[in-house]
Each structure stands twice: as structure tokens, then as C-alpha cells.
């Protein structure tokens, strides 16, 4: 009976890392699909034979080519720049591995929370969305927007440890884990409607690839806000003698994070 169980969980954990493996796999091509969608009629046909590319410094290549280079399906230049972008890809690319395995062991060992589940899944635009801002700040040494999205991406962090800590069904859903993700979802909510959010979908300022944009990164933060509450409110913490001062205590540092959070993100 040992021996199968154990072969079970190695089973698991197999299976786990491959689903590990596909997600940073699947989210790159996918995204380029949806750019050729929205944006195919501003692309150029590329004559392979003729064109060339002088603003590359072929480190990389060596002896083999210098000068103007002819075309290539990917080129990169030896800066510290492209250091960074590498740099901040492998470490986005092993936390959605990690992410990922972690919930399949989950979901496999009949552990996870769905709901939890469904708000990580909502999240991963906002992750992605925070790799592809830093790679084009660095690419095109763009940095006005730095400082904002710094702050999105901390708190968005931030709110999916605590909703990976819920996951696991085995763990009682606190108040403190639930009104944290609450917190940053209502400041995200309010920030983001300060934003763009007003003028693209409500005044239909926005073109389309900005609603689906603001749709992807607002809907999200929706279920942020409810789902944790709702999970609260399933919770056993319920039956103690403390949660009443808890849960006040809680609403408190709700509010206190989202006035906090509004006036630093007014600043930057």
C-alpha cells in the first residue's frame, strides 16, 4: 500500500510539472495572436533577400557577421538592457512554472479551492501584462510609466501569494488573507477607473484592443474583491469568539490600505 501511494504522488508530481512546462509556453504565441488580430493591418510584408538591419551590433555572432547584418527571425544587441529583459523573463517564466505545478499538485491531491483557482487564472493577463510593460521600457527606453507600474505589479504580487495561500482547500480562509486580497483588488479598481478605465469604456473613448486591454486587467480585479469575501464568509473562522474584533480589525486595514495606497499611487 506504501509503494502505491508513493507512486501515486510521483505520479502527481510528473503531471504537475508538465503543466508547469506549458503554461510560459502557451502565453507568448498566444499573445502575438491576439496582437496580429487587433493590429495585422498596420504590419508590413518584409522582403527576406533584400532587407538589413544596421543597428545591430552582432556580438553574438562573432566573426561570422559584422557590419549591416541581413535579415533574422530574432537578433539582440550585447547591453545591459537586454540583460534586464532576460533577466526579469526567466523570472516571470519560473513563477508561472512554480505557480502552475503547485496548483496542479493541488488539484490533483483534491486539495485546491476552486475559487482560488479561478482568481489566479484571472490574474495571469496582469502578470503578463506587467512582463511585456517592462520589456518595452527597457527595449524602447521608455520609463514615464516606470514608477506607476512598479506599484501595480508589487501589490498584484502581493494579492496572488495570498490567493496561493488560499488555494489549498486544507487551510482555513482567514480574514486577514481574505481582506488583504479584497484591499489591493478595491485600490486596483479605484485607480485603474482613475486611469483609463472611465474615458476607454464608459465615455468609449478607448479602440477596441484598449476595452479588451481594460476588460482584461478591471474583470479581475472584480472577482478579486467578492470571491475572497465570499470564501471568508464559508470559513470556520466564523465559529470562534475572536472573529467579530478580527474581522473589524481587518475592515480597518482594508480601508487603511486603499486611501494609502490611492494617495501613493496619486504620486508616482
Not at 201 to 206: C, E, I, K, P, S
Not at 248 to 265: A, D
Request: charged share 15%; hydrophobic share 50%; glycine share 6%.
Amino acid at each position: 500500500m506504501v509503494l502505491g501511494s508513493q507512486s501515486t504522488e510521483s505520479g502527481h508530481r510528473y503531471i504537475a510539472k508538465i503543466c508547469g512546462f506549458f503554461a510560459p509556453a502557451f502565453f507568448p504565441p498566444l499573445h502575438i495572436g491576439v496582437l496580429y488580430y487587433f493590429w495585422n493591418q498596420y504590419a508590413r510584408k518584409v522582403d527576406r533577400h533584400f532587407c538589413s538591419c544596421s543597428c545591430w551590433d552582432t556580438v553574438f555572432k562573432g566573426t561570422y557577421e559584422s557590419g549591416i547584418a541581413s535579415y533574422k527571425h530574432m537578433y539582440f544587441n550585447a547591453t545591459s538592457n537586454t540583460l534586464k529583459m532576460w533577466v526579469v523573463t526567466v523570472v516571470f517564466v519560473l513563477g508561472l512554472y512554480e505557480c502552475v505545478r503547485y496548483l496542479a499538485l493541488l488539484a490533483l491531491q483534491h486539495r485546491l479551492r476552486a475559487s482560488m483557482l479561478v482568481l489566479f487564472l484571472s490574474s495571469i493577463f496582469a502578470h503578463y501584462y506587467a512582463w511585456w510593460a517592462y520589456v518595452n521600457y527597457w527595449n524602447d527606453e521608455f520609463y514615464s510609466q516606470w514608477n506607476h507600474q512598479l506599484f501595480f505589479t508589487v501589490t498584484e504580487l502581493a494579492s496572488t501569494a495570498l490567493v496561493l495561500r488560499m488555494a489549498d482547500a486544507s487551510f482555513s480562509v482567514t480574514p486577514r488573507a481574505a481582506f488583504g486580497v479584497a484591499a489591493i483588488a478595491t485600490l486596483h479598481l479605484v485607480t485603474g477607473a482613475r486611469d483609463q478605465f472611465v474615458d476607454n469604456l464608459v465615455r468609449g473613448a478607448g479602440h477596441t484592443h484598449q476595452v479588451v486591454r481594460d476588460l482584461g486587467l478591471m474583470v479581475p480585479d472584480v472577482l478579486h474583491l467578492v470571491l475572497p469575501l465570499v470564501e471568508l464568509a464559508r470559513s470556520k473562522h466564523r465559529a470562534s469568539a475572536s472573529f467579530g474584533s478580527q474581522l473589524r480589525r481587518e475592515m480597518t486595514g482594508l480601508v487603511l490600505l486603499v486611501v494609502g495606497g490611492f494617495i501613493v499611487c496619486e504620486q508616482l
